[in-house]
Each structure stands twice: as structure tokens, then as C-alpha cells.
């Protein structure tokens, strides 16, 4: 068995001016060892602290701020779906294994996860474990939260991957053994996404978060702030070093910003490279930059018009500003993607397949087979995905050259998801980070998938994916995954210009936070390691 142990530790120029500039200096990919690419039949240990030269200090309230705000905030960990929810949820609960920074999974609330064979796997629990009501954490905790997702009338986020998870039993009541529909050796990171953070048996009321995490619940307002109190009972000793934390929902860029610089808040996610320039110009702040599969993709729906015709899709592909969104939009934070979910620094990204250029002979070539030069086309898309709405006006300059007439119709924030996300013929989306290019593909890209943005179906992708989770041999696998993303790349109908950087800010009094490649805010757990300096 392997071991693991872990230590704690836009004033861009103008868009005519940006046409005529496509020279850009990539940037230096980040060398990270995704979960995705090893392979482990167990984990095992205990968790160990490494801090920094300086004490931390405990106690104070930090405020914060994430960018996601609505109606539909939820402290179900199977209803959370944005960055904001991930956050949240992370205050109140924990799972059985969690990321470390190196996006590897380490044991959490299972003391180990072994299985020999990726179809069969035996969890111990951590002993000593009391929710925050002071129950403790036993198997039947487990068994009940992992099997809720597998229920439709629960809605789950996470019912696909739930879909994997075949039986549950208690082998006692610290033990229990899951066995799955078929071999993948990618549980234990699965474990670790918020949506399979454990509730105590049979909880149906979730306003009052009762779990093991760091925090109790002391407020909760959806859309407007959520407030935790220091867990005195968390498992990890010394943790969390706050009192209190305060989660606010703004979604409003500028007013995030400048209610950091202001002091009202210490901590804000979702910064623009603008707003970088501005805090590191100030000197008071710090700015966390973590290389991300986070992106913002131009979703074309492939089972309507103008989609359902593979040569405007194409002609769209060839029409992505790709190095200059990285350039004049990101600022030089993110890379440049080719169409498919899987950025260029991952150990199991496909360098086979050329890197698809800005084309526009080619972009004409491909409207005239769709016998679409001349047409209309409306992009729909909101400020608040970050690099849609720049995105959008340059593929509107750029389109005039190929004879296609594309508009950009902004719409508000408050209800794009719910309103216009995979239902607008041609709209943006944003994609945070998975820690596999299984969960990624499950949840996007399957036929079946939830969360399928353009209506993409492929017989010969669902197999890939359904024999790569099984697959032992690295380099097996990795060809499997290869194969995946030529198929996203022909085929599919969602448009990836560039992966984006994860930008946080927050006072220099913010201490023990650094960045993380598993998602914002340290992977959404900023709350457990942070501390503030006197």
C-alpha cells in the first residue's frame, strides 16, 4: 500500500489595437503532480503542521469575500455549485480525505483509505470525531451522506459520480467499505469535493450546518453573508486559529476590491489583473496566483441552431482570440487553451493535437459550407465571468472580417445561471478546477453529465471514460485521456480560450494562506489556516 502524509503548512488596450498584436511571450508553465496522475491503492497517516517562521496568532474575526452571491446560497454539500457555496461549506464540514496543495488526496475525517484492486475500498474513521451537536462521527454518518447523492429527488450536483458508488456497509462502527460499479483508482480525490463532505445520519434540515468542520454556524443570510465561530472541538489540533469568520457574497468587482483596500474586508477572491496592478502598487497587500484549470469557455449548444451545424462550430474555433485574451484580457495570468479542459502544464495534457490558431480564412471556409455568411449570431454573456465580456467583443471584431454579423448582449449577473447557462444558443460558462480529468469529464463532457454545457454526446468518449477510471498503467491511462481530448477537440461545441489564474488578495496582516491549484481561496479552506498578525 502507499503512504501519503501531509503537511499543513481592465484598462486594457484597445480591442483594435489587440487584433493587430498577437506576438506573446508564453508564460512558464507550472510543473504540478495532479491526483489525476497517480496512482494510489490507499491512503494512510495522520495529518502534520508545518508553520512558518512566524508564531501564528490566535484568535480575531476575519471578513471576507467571494464573488458568488444569491438566492440559492445553500449549506447542503449536495446542492453547493459555485466557488462561494465551496467556501461555505468547507466552514461547517468535512470529508473523509481533502487536497493538499499539491492537489494529492490525504486522509481527513477516514484515518485510511485502502483498496488492492480500485473496486473495493476500507475506510477507517478517525477516532475521537464529534459533530458539532456532539454526536459522534461513526460509519452509518458515512454510509448516509455518500448515499443521499445517489437519490434524484435530492437533486445532487454530485449524482453522476454518486452513480460510481455501488454498495455501502458498516463493517463496524468506525469501518466501513464501499464498493463501486467498476475499478477507479480516483475515490480518494473524489472524497475530498465538497459535495461528499459528511452530515450526521439522517439530516433532512441543513440551515443548521451540523458538521465536524472548523466552524458552527452563527449566521447564515443567502446572498448576503454567512458567519462561523471557532470549532473548540476540530479534530486537528490547533485548528482553526480564527475566532470567527465572516463570508461575504460581492458580486460586484469593484466594490470587492475597494472594500479590501478600504479595511472592511481582509480577504477577497476573483481579482482582475487590473485590480492586481492596484493592490501590489499600494503595498499593503498581497496577491495569491495559483496556475488553475479554471475557465471560462464560449459554450456553442451542438443540439440546436446555429450549433447543430459541426462547420459553424468550427468556424467559431477558428475565430478565438486565444494569445490575446491571455495577453490584453488576463494580463499575462493564465494560458493559452486549445478546446479542451485539460491546461497545458497537466501531466496527462495531449500535445499531440496542434495548437488551433486565429484563422479567419479558415473561419470564412468553414461559414460557407454552413451556408452562414452574412448571418447573425448573438453572444450572450455577463461581467462577471471573467474574460466573457472582452472575450465576446473581440470575437465581434474579429468575426466582421469572416462575413459573420456577431452580436454581445450583456445581461446581469443575478440569474445567469439559472437563466441563460446551457440554455442560450451561444453564451459563456465558468469552470472551476477538479482535482482529476475523471471528475472533470463526468461532470461536463458525458453524455450524461449534469453539467454537459453544449449538449455534447459521444458514444466512444462515455467508454473512454468508463474504462480510464479502472486503468492502473499510467501510461495507459494517459493514452486513454490523450484520445478523450481529440474527441472534445473535433467535436465538442465548448470553446476554451485560455486557462485562468487564480487571483486572491488580502491585507498583509493575513497570515498562514498561500495559493493553491485546487481552486480560490486556498482550495475554498482559507478559514482553517489563516490567522491575523497584530
Not at 440 to 451: D, G, I, K, R, V
Request: aromatic share 8%; glycine share 8%.
Amino acid at each position: 500500500m502507499s503512504k501519503f502524509r501531509k503537511e499543513f503548512s481592465h484598462a486594457n488596450p484597445s480591442l483594435t489595437q489587440a487584433i493587430t498584436d498577437v506576438s506573446l511571450s508564453r508564460r512558464s508553465m507550472m510543473k504540478l503532480l495532479s491526483a489525476g496522475a497517480v496512482m494510489s491503492t490507499g491512503l494512510i497517516g495522520f495529518p502534520e503542521f508545518s508553520y512558518a517562521a512566524e508564531t501564528p496568532v490566535l484568535g480575531g474575526k476575519l471578513r471576507a469575500a467571494v464573488a458568488n452571491a444569491s438566492a440559492s446560497d445553500t449549506l447542503d454539500p449536495a446542492k453547493g455549485s459555485n466557488s462561494g457555496d465551496y467556501c461555505r461549506l468547507f466552514m461547517f464540514y468535512s470529508g473523509l480525505t481533502e487536497l493538499d496543495k499539491d492537489l494529492k488526496a490525504q486522509p481527513a475525517l477516514a484515518e485510511s483509505i485502502e483498496s488492492s484492486d480500485g473496486l473495493t475500498w476500507q475506510v477507517k474513521l478517525r477516532q475521537g470525531v464529534t459533530f458539532h451537536n456532539g454526536k459522534a462521527l461513526t460509519a452509518e454518518d458515512v454510509i448516509y451522506s455518500l448515499s443521499r447523492h445517489k437519490d434524484p429527488a435530492v437533486a445532487s450536483t454530485a449524482i453522476t459520480l454518486a452513480g460510481q458508488m455501488k454498495e455501502f456497509q458498516a463493517v463496524s462502527p468506525s469501518e466501513v467499505q464501499i464498493v463501486l460499479e467498476q475499478a477507479n483508482f480516483d475515490l480518494p480525490s473524489i472524497l475530498a469535493t465538497s459535495s461528499f463532505l459528511i452530515v450526521p445520519d439522517g439530516t433532512k434540515d441543513f440551515t443548521k450546518a451540523i458538521g465536524t468542520g472548523p466552524f458552527t454556524l452563527k449566521e447564515f443570510q443567502p446572498g448576503v453573508r454567512t458567519v462561523g465561530s471557532k470549532n473548540k472541538n476540530y479534530y486537528k489540533p490547533g485548528l482553526p486559529r480564527l475566532d470567527e469568520v465572516e463570508l461575504m457574497g460581492v458580486t460586484d468587482p469593484a466594490a470587492r476590491v475597494n472594500a479590501l483596500m478600504s479595511g472592511d474586508l481582509q480577504m477577497v477572491s476573483t481579482l482582475s489583473a487590473n485590480d492586481v496592478k492596484r493592490l501590489k502598487q499600494n503595498g499593503k497587500f498581497n496577491v495569491l496566483e495559483s496556475k488553475s484549470g479554471m475557465y471560462s469557455d464560449l459554450i456553442i449548444r451542438t443540439d440546436t441552431t446555429p450549433g447543430n451545424n459541426a462547420d459553424f462550430v468550427l468556424a467559431m474555433k477558428y475565430l478565438q482570440p486565444r494569445e490575446m485574451i491571455v495577453k490584453t484580457v488576463l494580463q499575462g495570468f493564465g494560458d493559452v487553451g486549445n478546446d479542451t479542459p485539460v491546461p497545458p502544464w497537466h501531466p496527462m495534457y495531449n500535445k499531440e493535437l496542434p495548437q488551433r490558431p486565429l484563422d479567419i480564412d479558415k473561419a470564412k471556409f468553414h461559414l460557407k459550407k454552413a451556408n452562414m455568411v452574412g448571418a447573425k449570431v448573438e453572444i450572450i454573456t455577463t461581467p462577471n465571468i471573467e474574460g466573457a465580456v472582452e472575450g465576446g467583443q473581440l470575437i465581434q471584431q474579429i468575426a466582421r472580417s469572416a462575413g459573420l454579423n456577431v452580436s454581445v448582449r450583456r445581461v446581469p449577473y443575478d440569474g445567469y445561471w439559472s437563466s441563460h447557462w446551457m440554455k442560450d444558443p451561444v453564451g459563456y460558462g465558468s469552470v472551476n478546477p477538479r482535482p482529476t480529468l475523471d471528475m472533470l469529464f463526468s461532470q461536463f463532457y458525458l453524455s450524461t453529465a449534469p453539467w454537459n454545457e453544449s449538449g455534447w454526446k459521444n458514444e466512444q468518449f462515455d467508454q473512454l471514460v468508463a474504462a480510464a477510471r479502472g486503468e492502473s498503467d499510467q501510461g495507459k491511462r494517459k493514452q486513454m485521456y490523450g484520445d478523450m481530448q481529440k474527441l472534445v477537440y473535433d467535436n465538442c461545441g465548448t470553446l476554451i480560450p485560455a486557462f485562468i489564474s487564480s487571483m486572491d488578495g488580502c491585507s498583509n496582516k493575513v497570515k498562514g494562506v498561500e495559493a493553491w491549484p485546487s481552486g480560490m481561496m486556498m482550495g475554498y479552506r482559507f478559514h482553517e489556516f489563516a490567522w491575523l498578525a497584530s
